[in-house]
């Protein structure tokens, strides 16, 4: 008796890049590789820096604040399931996504407390 082919997974777009860059595969072509570092780079980068610059354009400085600190935290988190999920699957994919996403919400972190704090510390008050 056979049995029928399983359909082939369907991995995120993401995860597709992470392996392009992190695995080493002989098949992938360097140009390939470079590609998805760059592609990650302008992820990461947009993740830490660019949305929250853009989240300061909010008119209240507690809107501001309060839609940041809770955009890093959503990151985070996101990256714990991630990780979580990766442990339970035993996927190093999955993995490398949720350290990605918890290297991004360190990252914004940082942009947050720069952008909403550093006027303050500026002014003197």
């Known amino acids: 008796m056979t049995t029928p ?3 082939p ?3 995120w777009w993401i995860v597709r890049l992470l392996d392009e860059a992190i695995l080493d595969n ?3 072509r360097k140009g390939h590789r470079l590609r998805s570092v760059v592609i990650l ?3 990461l980068l947009f993740l830490m820096i660019a949305v929250p610059v853009l989240l300061t354009f909010l008119r209240e400085h507690d809107s501001r604040v309060a839609t940041s ?3 890093v935290v959503v990151l985070g988190a996101g ?3 991630c990780r979580g999920i990766g442990e339970h699957r035993t996927s190093s994919a999955w993995k490398a996504t949720g350290y990605f996403l918890g290297a ?3 990252g914004a972190t940082a942009t947050v407390a720069l952008v ?4 303050t510390l500026l002014r003197g008050s």
Do not use: I
């Open 5 to 7: 082919e399983e359909p």
């Open 69 to 71: 600190v809770v955009f």
């Open 104 to 106: 991004a919400a360190y």
């Open 41 to 43: 780079a302008l992820v």
């Open 79 to 81: 990256g714990l399931v």
């Open 116 to 119: 909403n704090g550093l006027h």
């Open 26 to 28: 002989p098949e992938l």
């Open 9 to 11: 997974k369907r991995t």
